[in-house]
DNA sequence: CGTAATGTTGAGCGCATTCAAGCCGGGTGG
DNA sequence: CCACCCGGCTTGAATGCGCTCAACATTACG
């Protein structure tokens, strides 16, 4: 949240705050089609958001963690349009809607801010469409450790180690990939010294290395 | 624009349109990296959006027609983080976003508005990151057309032709395939007495054809 | 402790890519 | 008006990356 609010301000912002909401893991938030009230801003715990086509096939389309906001997408039609589901026990404060809209009239850091969120899903998600769009399989999977480990460390956890809350398939799913591809490719990074992995504990090695996937150097 | 909204919040809303702007074909409406200040409404002509990564590859994450907005990127950062390219000579209104949150402030309808489109979008993304992520060659071109056609039909054009505004080389990009796949994906659409192409004139046969090539249909 | 879920690895295949050659159509200048 | 040129498009042949199918290993969990 952006400083330099007054006392008063702080306390509206407080009111957009409705109940807390404990899900288990494995358990939904919200489903698609179910009815949109809230944005849920993420207190502990892991989420996935996922979209299924009407064949069963389904793209996860983001994994969210403390401190995100994770129903942007029932704006527009009253209804959710995806799911979103706990990957570990969570605990998420419910932020009724319409609290939200009365207040950020009143408050505009509270506008602002909310303006920026929904910004910041945009472009995260332009940045899914270049990775899903043009890269090759270790290119996409090293974005999402550099991506991840980049978030966690923001929020004070280590910059190389870090403990994968989803599966090979659905980071496949994701990235746009089978699970197949995700073993595969985390085995290779293994091999050439880049990461150590057991089961989903990832020590990130050499992070130099991984940047220089994702962004192949031109070297002459 | 919704309905129901009294004359005075009709005019309110107006002052968030400031001059307009012509682009001319090829010209870019903002860039990447240039400060951001405006949401762009399009009036006429026919954008595409597109982000590049630091090695040149770059990704066309839309295309947007009359009546459609773009700039919303900007928000977050204060600057653009893609470009928007006229694909044909076009006039968008200007809409300063400080003008756009000031009034959305007083009338609710607007506010409503702006955080439709954005979760529009969101949603929108959605559904292409689900195309890159699991579609084959084919459905994405099927799903481009649908998707463009539907578009231009809820404009008062045919539901069965179109003129492509962009080159096989942007559709590929915005569907993660090489120009060639493009080319080839069509040829054989028009094998199959699918669609018939004359260049960028696209005219679809067989709509239901494109529909079942989407959504493989489970026939026993 | 046993069973199901998750992860690893191998072999072969297929779809999209790469590389290459040629075509078409529109615009320009002689 | 035609010759030329160039960008956009098409098509062919060969390659390769990621997928499929399959067997097995490991771990989590009731």
Redesign the pocket.
């Given at each position: 949240m952006p400083m330099g609010l007054s006392q008063e301000e702080l306390n509206r912002i407080d009111e957009v705050i409705g109940t807390r909401r404990k899900i288990k893991?494995g358990a939904t938030l919200f489903r698609n089609g179910e009815k949109f009230t809230s944005l849920y801003a993420i207190r502990t715990g892991f989420f996935k958001t996922r979209i299924a086509s009407e064949d069963g096939r389904d793209q996860v389309t983001g994994f969210q963690m403390a401190g995100e906001v994770v129903g942007l997408d029932g704006i527009v039609n009253d209804h959710h349009s995806c799911d979103a589901v706990a990957l570990e026990d969570a605990e998420v404060c419910v932020m009724p809607f319409d609290r939200i809209e009365e207040i950020s009239r009143e408050v505009n850091a509270l506008q602002r801010h909310v303006h920026k969120i929904m910004s910041r899903e945009i472009v995260r998600e332009h940045g899914v469409m270049l990775l899903l769009g043009s890269?090759?399989?270790?290119?996409?999977l090293a974005t999402f450790l550099l991506n991840l480990v980049q978030r966690l460390h923001a929020r004070g956890f280590s910059q190389s180690e870090l403990v994968?809350r989803?599966?090979?398939?659905?980071?496949?799913s994701f990235l746009?990939?089978?699970?197949?591809?995700?073993?595969?490719?985390?085995?290779r990074f293994?091999e050439e010294g880049i990461v150590e992995?057991?089961?989903?504990h990832v020590h990130i090695v050499n992070t130099e290395a991984l940047r220089d996937i994702v962004n192949p150097k031109k070297s002459s």
């Open positions: 893991r890269m090759r399989a270790e290119e996409r994968l989803m599966t090979r398939e659905e980071i496949g746009g990939l089978k699970l197949e591809t995700i073993s595969r490719t985390f085995s293994v992995v057991k089961q989903r």
